[in-house]
C-alpha cells in the first residue's frame, strides 16, 4: 500500500498524514508532539523523540513509511514484540514484515524476498541482524527513507539497558544517504537523552520531548496492613480486567498466585525461577486475555506491548521510583483509566535498608538515594504527581490531578504535631544528640531498659513524656522529622542530630505540620471510576462484542487487542453503528480493520439492536463525547453528594461527622461541586474556619497579591502560619463569592 500519490519531487506533508491517520488507523486525530515529529520526518530531519510509555511513538514512523516511496527500517531490540508489532500493522491493512533469530529458514528467506521486490513498506529488525553484512548489502541497495530506532536508551550506557551493538548504529545509518533518522525512547534523564543525540550522530538532530504524565493512571499509596486481603479488595473492583501484580522475591510470586487461585481470580506467575518456556506460555496466556492476572517478580513486562492493561499493584516495595515509574506505565497505554495500587509498609523499608547498610562506597549512597526519593514520593502530602514527575526534572502544577489518592481526598490530612514534635526534639538535646531513634523513643515512654538507666536517663526532665502516643505513632513523628529535615542521621553512629529548623521549633518560633495516625484503611469512594464505566454504553453488547473478538483472535491465533482495542468494542456498544460507513467513525476502525472484521461485528451490533430495539446514535467523527462526560460530576459521586447535603444548608461540621471524614476533606469534595459548575450558598462557608478576622483578611490580601487558583505561593507568603485547610475554606470562600 502507498499513500503518496504526489509526484517524487514533492514531499509527502501533514495533511497527507492525517488522512492516514483516519483512514488506516482510525483514529481521529493525532496526540500531542506526534504530529510535530512526524512534520519533522517527513522533511527529512533527523528527529529524536522521547515520550512515555504508551505515548504513541510508533505512528510517527508508522505513518511516515506510508508516506515515503522507499522502505522504513525499524530497528528494535525486543525480538519478543516484533511478531506482535507485525501482525498489529498487518490487521491495518499495512504490509510489514520482520528479520530475526527467530524465524525459520524458510520465512527467513521469504521475507528477505519481499524486500528484493520492494514489497514492505515497514521492515523490523534486531540491531544484530541489520550489523550482518550481508543484510547490510541488501538493503543499502535499496531506496530506503527513515530508519527508525526504537528503545533509542540502549545506546547508551547510563541507561538501564545498554545493548553495546548499539553504538555501531551510527555508522550503518550513515550507509543509507537518503534516509531520515528517528530515535525513540521512553527514557527521559538529561544525561540519557545528551548520549543518544551524540552516539547516534544526531548532533543537529530536534529533539521533542512529551511530558511524561500519564493523566488516566489512577495513582493510589496505602498502608500495607493485610496485604491479601487488601488486594483481593482491590481486585475484586476489577473482575475481568487484565493486570499485573509485582512482588519482591518468587516465593512471595508462587504463594499469591496460590492465594489468589484459592480465592477464585484467575493467576499465573512469572519469574526467573521458572523455566524458559512456562514464562513464556504464562505470558502469552496473558497477552491472550486467557488469563487475567499476572503475578511477577520485577523481571515481567520489558516484552509486553499490551494496551489493555487495567490495573498494576506494588504488592512490595518497587526498588526506585524510575522502576517504579516503568512499572506503572505499563498499564493503561490504550488511554483509558488504569488503577495504580501501592501497598507500602515500613517495614518493607526496613528491608531495603538492612540492603542498603550491606553495601558500601557510592553504590551506597546512591541506594539510599533511590529509596529516599521513594520515600519521598510515598509520605508526600502534595498531589502523587509532583514528586513522581518532578523525579524526572518535570514540573508538575495543576492544582488538582483528579487522578490520586490525595487530589480526590484519600490521604490522611496533616495537623499541627507541634507538642510531640519538641517532646522528640528536647530530649535528643538533652542527650546531646549522642544516640539514635530507639533510645530516644525509650526516654519519651519511660522504659527501664539497662542503656536508659545506665545513662541516668530516667532522671531526664522528658523521660516518660510521651506515654500518649503508642510506638508506631511515635514513628510516624520520627519520619516527619527526617522528611521535613528537622533532624537528620548521623551515617556511621546512626545518632540523630538537631537542624537549624529544630532549634527554631525548640524556641517555639516554628509550627510543624504532620499526620500522626497509623493511616486507617481507605474506603474508596466512587472517584476511582473509569473512563469505561462513566461512558453510559451498553455493557451486555460490549460482552458479546468481547466474545466475538476472542473467537476471531482464537481462529487466527493473535492477540485479541490486534482486533479492536477495548475503546474501539466500547464506542461500538454506545454508538450503535449499523452499516460500513458508521463503523468507520468508531475510533480505531480503519478501511482494512472495516474490511476485514467489519461485517462480523455488525452482525452481533445489528441483531442485539433489533432485539432490544435500540437505534444507532450518530458520531460526528471527533471525540468531544469522552471529554464532555469527563467534565461533569455523576450523580453518585462524594463530591456530589456532599454539595447536595450543603446546598440543603447543612454545616461543613455536620457533614463531615455525618460521612465520617475530617472537615478539610469536606471542603475538597464542595470545591469539585463548585468547580463543575453547581453553586452552593456562600454564608455558611465560612463556619468551617478557625481563623480570627485580623488573620482572615491577612489571607485575603495573600490571595489577592498571588492568584487565586494556587495554594503554595500564598501558603509561603503567609510563612507557613496558616495551613493548607484553612486556606481551601477561604479559597473556595471566594470562589463561590466570585
Ligand atoms: P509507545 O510506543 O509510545 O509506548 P504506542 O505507539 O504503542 O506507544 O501507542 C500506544 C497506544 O496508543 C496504541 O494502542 C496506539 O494505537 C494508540 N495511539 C497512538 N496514537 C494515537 C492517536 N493519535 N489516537 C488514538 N490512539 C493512538
Ligand atoms: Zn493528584
Known amino acids: 500500500m502507498n499513500y503518496s500519490e504526489t509526484t517524487t519531487d514533492t514531499m509527502p506533508d501533514i495533511q497527507q498524514a492525517e488522512h492516514v491517520l483516519h483512514e488506516v488507523f482510525g483514529f481521529e486525530e493525532f496526540r500531542s508532539l506526534q504530529k510535530d515529529i512526524i512534520q519533522n520526518v517527513l522533511q527529512k530531519k533527523d528527529t529524536l523523540a522521547i515520550m512515555p510509555t504508551g505515548g504513541g511513538k510508533s505512528l510517527c514512523y508508522q505513518i511516515p513509511a506510508l508516506l515515503f516511496d522507499g522502505l522504513t527500517i525499524v530497528v528494535s531490540p525486543l525480538i519478543s514484540l516484533m511478531k506482535d508489532q507485525v501482525d498489529q500493522l498487518t490487521a491495518y491493512g499495512v504490509s510489514a514484515s520482520y528479520?530475526?533469530?527467530?524465524?525459520?529458514?524458510?520465512?527467513?528467506?521469504?521475507?528477505?524476498?519481499?524486500?528484493?521486490?520492494?514489497?514492505?513498506?515497514?521492515l523490523y529488525l534486531a540491531p544484530e541482524t541489520l550489523l550482518k553484512g550481508s543484510i547490510l548489502n541488501l538493503l543499502s541497495g535499496l531506496n530506503v527513507d527513515c530508519v527508525a530506532i526504537d528503545e533509542a536508551h540502549c545506546i547508551s550506557e547510563w541507561g538501564h539497558d545498554f545493548r553495546p551493538e548499539y553504538r555501531q548504529l551510527s555508522e550503518v545509518t550513515n550507509k543509507f544517504e537518503n534516509a531520515v533518522s528517528l530515535g525513540l525512547t521512553a527514557t527521559a534523564t538529561p544525561r540519557v537523552q545528551t548520549d543518544i543525540a551524540k552516539?547516534?550522530?544526531?548532533?543537529?538532530?530536534?529533539?521533542?520531548?512529551?511530558?511524561?504524565?500519564?493523566?488516566?493512571?489512577?495513582?493510589?499509596?496505602?498502608?500495607?496492613?493485610?496485604?491479601?486481603?487488601?488486594?483481593?479488595?482491590?481486585?475484586?473492583?476489577?473482575?475481568?480486567?487484565?493486570?499485573?501484580?509485582?512482588?519482591?522475591?518468587?516465593?512471595?510470586?508462587?504463594?499469591?498466585?496460590?492465594?489468589?487461585?484459592?480465592?477464585?481470580?484467575?493467576?499465573?506467575?512469572?519469574?526467573?525461577?521458572?523455566?524458559?518456556?512456562?514464562?513464556?506460555?504464562?505470558?502469552?496466556?496473558?497477552?491472550?486475555?486467557?488469563?487475567?492476572?499476572?503475578?511477577?517478580?520485577?523481571?515481567?513486562?520489558?516484552?509486553?506491548?499490551?494496551?489493555?492493561?487495567?490495573?498494576?499493584?506494588?504488592?512490595?516495595?518497587?526498588?526506585?521510583?524510575?522502576?517504579?515509574?516503568?512499572?506503572?506505565?505499563?498499564?493503561?497505554?490504550?488511554?483509558?483509566?488504569?488503577?495504580?495500587?501501592?501497598?507500602?509498609?515500613?517495614?518493607?523499608?526496613?528491608?531495603?535498608?538492612?540492603?542498603?547498610?550491606?553495601?558500601?562506597?557510592?553504590?551506597?549512597?546512591?541506594?539510599?538515594?533511590?529509596?529516599?526519593?521513594?520515600?519521598?514520593?510515598?509520605?508526600?502530602?502534595?498531589?502523587?504527581?509532583?514528586?513522581?514527575?518532578?523525579?524526572f526534572g518535570e514540573h508538575y502544577n495543576e492544582q488538582n490531578c483528579g487522578m490520586c489518592d490525595f487530589c480526590t481526598g484519600d490521604t490522611p490530612e496533616r495537623e499541627n504535631i507541634t507538642v510531640p514534635v519538641q517532646k522528640f526534639l528536647s530530649t535528643m538535646a538533652r542527650t546531646e544528640q549522642r544516640f539514635g531513634y530507639n533510645h530516644i523513643l525509650n526516654i519519651l515512654l519511660g522504659s527501664r531498659r539497662k542503656e536508659v538507666l545506665k545513662f541516668n536517663h530516667d532522671k531526664l526532665s522528658t523521660y516518660g513524656i510521651g506515654k500518649e502516643f503508642s510506638r508506631p505513632e511515635w514513628k510516624q513523628v520520627y519520619r516527619e522529622l527526617m522528611k521535613q529535615d528537622i533532624i537528620v542521621r548521623e551515617f556511621e553512629h546512626k545518632s540523630l542530630k538537631l537542624t537549624p529548623k529544630a532549634i527554631k521549633i525548640l524556641k517555639g518560633d516554628k509550627k510543624v505540620l504532620g499526620v500522626i495516625d497509623e493511616p486507617v484503611q481507605k474506603t474508596r469512594t466512587k472517584s476511582s471510576k473509569s473512563d469505561i464505566e462513566s461512558l453510559d454504553f451498553n455493557r451486555d453488547l460490549f460482552a458479546l462484542l468481547r466474545e466475538k473478538r476472542m473467537n476471531l483472535a482464537r481462529k487466527q491465533g493473535i492477540p485479541p487487542f490486534i482486533i479492536f482495542g477495548d475503546t474501539t468494542l466500547i464506542e461500538m456498544a454506545y454508538y450503535y453503528p449499523q452499516s460500513k460507513d458508521s463503523l468507520l467513525k468508531i475510533h480505531g476502525v480503519g478501511r482494512a480493520k472495516a474490511k476485514k472484521y467489519g461485517e462480523k461485528f455488525l452482525e452481533v451490533i445489528n441483531s442485539f439492536c433489533k432485539k432490544n430495539n435500540l437505534e444507532e446514535r450518530s458520531k460526528s467523527g471527533t471525540n468531544q463525547k469522552t471529554r464532555a462526560v469527563k467534565k461533569t460530576l455523576s450523580k453518585d459521586s462524594r463530591p456530589f453528594e456532599v454539595g447536595q447535603m450543603f446546598q440543603k444548608g447543612k454545616t461543613v461540621s455536620e457533614i463531615a461527622s455525618e460521612i465520617g471524614v475530617k472537615e478539610g476533606t469536606v471542603v475538597g469534595y464542595l470545591s469539585k461541586f463548585v468547580k463543575a459548575g453547581h453553586s452552593v450558598p456562600s454564608d455558611n462557608i465560612l463556619e468551617a474556619s478557625g481563623l480570627s478576622d485580623e488573620e482572615m483578611s491577612k489571607v485575603h490580601k495573600a490571595f489577592d497579591e498571588h492568584g487565586h487558583e494556587l495554594l503554595r505561593p500564598v501558603f509561603d507568603a503567609l510563612k507557613e502560619e496558616v495551613s493548607y485547610d484553612e486556606l481551601r475554606v477561604i479559597q473556595l470562600y471566594m470562589r463561590v463569592k466570585g
Open 199 to 391: 552516539s547516534l550522530g544526531l548532533a543537529d538532530a530536534n529533539t521533542f520531548v512529551a511530558s511524561f504524565n500519564r493523566k488516566n493512571l489512577y495513582l493510589d499509596v496505602v498502608t500495607k496492613s493485610s496485604p491479601l486481603q487488601q488486594t483481593i479488595n482491590f481486585l475484586r473492583r476489577h473482575e475481568g480486567d487484565s493486570g499485573i501484580i509485582y512482588c519482591f522475591s518468587r516465593k512471595q510470586v508462587d504463594q499469591l498466585t496460590q492465594d489468589l487461585n484459592a480465592n477464585g481470580f484467575n493467576a499465573l506467575p512469572y519469574h526467573a525461577g521458572l523455566g524458559e518456556g512456562e514464562r513464556v506460555k504464562n505470558q502469552d496466556a496473558f497477552i491472550r486475555d486467557e488469563v487475567d492476572i499476572i503475578v511477577a517478580t520485577i523481571a515481567f513486562g520489558m516484552g509486553i506491548d499490551k494496551p489493555d492493561v487495567r490495573f498494576v499493584v506494588h504488592h512490595d516495595m518497587p526498588k526506585n521510583i524510575e522502576s517504579y515509574y516503568q512499572q506503572i506505565g505499563r498499564a493503561g497505554r490504550d488511554g483509558l483509566q488504569s488503577d495504580c495500587l501501592f501497598l507500602f509498609s515500613y517495614g518493607d523499608a526496613s528491608k531495603i535498608r538492612y540492603f542498603i547498610d550491606q553495601k558500601t562506597g557510592d553504590e551506597q549512597r546512591v541506594a539510599e538515594e533511590h529509596l529516599q526519593k521513594l520515600m519521598d514520593y510515598v509520605e508526600a502530602h502534595q498531589c502523587r504527581r509532583i514528586k513522581l514527575l518532578g523525579y
Open 99 to 122: 528479520l530475526n533469530s527467530s524465524l525459520s529458514p524458510q520465512n527467513y528467506e521469504a521475507t528477505l524476498d519481499l524486500i528484493r521486490r520492494n514489497k514492505l513498506d515497514l
